[in-house]
């Protein structure tokens, strides 16, 4: 797409006398350019009514605000009726390379790349014409991110001025739905007789705790069966049945559990480390447990003035929750426990960690972004050596740089190879779209292994990378994959 551009009409006068002033073609490729334009990211469209705005939600949890009555047109008159709202969303390389929209910012003659927390692009038509905020009007924006840092600034891409704009800055806020979904776990993995399944390391301190819960602490049948063997036999095989290891270890200390004081020896416990317990350990009588961090608890066995063993624990639930439970249905519920467990850690992996939000007084691309910092980069003149030759007249082969967090695309068209620095970052890697489209690769096992003393020793060496024809291009999944996403 050509642009425009004018030249003031008093410079043209004192160049060219009485001359009509003249239309100046400027032959600058689209601003936003998707290297394969059927692989650009789509739109989520949504029509809504211009007069009642509307709040658009998405799948990823980020939240689109309309206002009332805020929308024009292109002669600033106010538009009703339905409009759509076409919404999208950038949160990793793939989605940045294949979209074109740059991430270079310009300023005071340096340029920085960006590394993002999230992009998007909100855009407005009715009837195929373009749509806009009305002056004075925003529209709001919460993004979801997973970066929950604070140091990110906000943009604005100006596609007339050919860059990045600052529009300020925001803490995030804490995800609501995230929040509500790790309760739900909590209230899953805490529920009394619903901690299923025990973990392979799990333990009750000594049969005596066992025997009390066995009776329901009724002293009278505990005091009939202390010592006959069969009731052993019986106690210490239901607690197996559950998956549960009697250690006959001597612990006098109580702990705090959901507000009220239980002893030691009347709780499961998980041993947090593979490491077995020692034998001689159950002729202790000094064993020592004491808080550490949070519900982790460290476990000092002492046997003497000889022998001494350190470990974590951590209690999982009172053993009267484990045996209110019957041994024939535990199983089953363990089956459904876990699926539920596993169905609210789905929903979480894919809700985002924190909401981003600004408002936006007109349409267009924005970018939630620091500066990206690269570990101890080393300047070399580059040259990539693609398996082929290539018809640079018709095609000019531009290399993307990915760095390792996948949150950066740093595009390097041929001039500016000269300006390459390796970079101490063992996931980065570099592809390129050969026409096709294919895909010509740098893996990142490639770039671990280039010899950066070797490098440092010359100033400034020259160094060729060789990239490696992988294939077609077909679609985002693919590319991911290939990245390693």
Same mark, same amino acid.
């Given at each position: ?155 604005? +891409?100006?596609?007339? @001025?050919?860059?990045?704009? =600052? /529009? *300020? ?5 804490? !995800? &609501? ?20 399944? +025990?973990?392979?390391? @799990?333990?009750?301190?000594? =049969? /005596? *705790? ?5 009776? !329901? &602490? ?268």
């Amino acid at each position: 797409m050509k642009t425009l551009r004018f030249i003031p009409l008093f410079f043209l006068i004192s160049l060219l006398g009485c001359k009509e002033p003249q239309l100046i073609v400027d032959n600058q490729p689209p601003l936003i350019n998707p290297p394969v334009p059927a692989l650009d990211p789509a739109f989520d469209t949504k029509s809504i009514d211009a007069g009642q705005g509307a709040i658009l939600r998405y799948e990823t949890g980020s939240v689109v605000v309309i206002p009332p009555a805020a929308l024009v047109d292109g002669q600033g008159q106010p538009v009703t009726g339905n409009v759509d709202i076409s919404f999208r969303e950038f949160h990793n390389a793939a989605d940045i390379l294949l979209s074109g929209i740059p991430m270079a910012y310009d300023s005071a003659g340096q340029t920085q790349q960006f590394q993002t927390a999230g992009m998007f692009e909100l855009r407005a038509s009715k009837d195929g014409q373009k749509v806009f905020l009305g002056e004075g009007s925003m529209a709001q924006v919460k993004l979801a991110s997973q970066e929950t840092e604070d140091n990110y600034n906000f943009y604005r +891409l100006d596609e007339e @001025a050919r860059g990045w704009q =600052y /529009e *300020g800055q925001r803490s995030p806020e804490i !995800n &609501e739905s995230t929040f509500e979904i790790n309760q739900r776990l909590a209230e899953l993995k805490n529920t009394p007789g619903k901690m299923k399944p +025990l973990g392979r390391n @799990a333990f009750a301190f000594n =049969y /005596e *705790g066992l025997l009390d819960v066995f009776y !329901n &602490e009724n002293q009278n049948l505990i005091y009939e069966n202390w010592g006959k063997a069969g009731t052993k036999i019986k106690v210490l095989s239901k607690a197996r049945a559950y998956g549960l290891e009697c250690l006959d270890f001597t612990v006098y200390q109580h702990i705090e559990w959901k507000g009220q004081s239980i002893p030691a020896c009347m709780m499961v416990w998980d041993h947090l480390n593979d490491k077995p317990f020692p034998k001689w350990a159950k002729n202790g009588w000094s064993h020592k447990l004491m808080r550490y961090d949070g519900d982790i608890y460290k476990l000092v066995l002492i046997d003497g003035e000889i022998n001494y063993f350190l470990t974590w624990v951590k209690p999982v639930m009172p053993l009267r929750d484990l045996f209110a439970v019957p041994v024939s249905g535990w199983e089953e519920q363990s089956a459904e426990i876990k699926a539920a467990i596993a169905a609210e850690e789905a929903r979480l992996a894919n809700e985002a960690a924190v909401m981003r939000s600004f408002e936006v007084r007109e349409f267009g691309v924005y970018n939630w972004d620091r500066f990206l910092k690269e570990e101890d980069p080393i300047p070399v003149f580059a040259n990539f050596d693609f398996g082929s030759e290539l018809n640079e007249e018709i095609f000019e082969p531009v290399v993307f740089y990915l760095p390792g967090d996948n949150r950066s695309v740093v595009k390097m068209p041929k001039f500016a190879w000269k300006e390459f620095a390796v970079a101490n970052d063992p996931d980065a890697r570099m592809i390129s779209i050969l026409p096709g489209p294919r895909i010509a690769l740098y893996s990142k096992q490639k770039y671990r292994a280039i010899d950066r003393d070797a490098l440092r020793k010359g100033e400034k060496p020259s160094y060729t990378f060789a990239m490696e024809d992988i294939g077609a291009l077909e679609s985002q999944e693919q590319l991911m994959k290939i990245l390693g996403m």
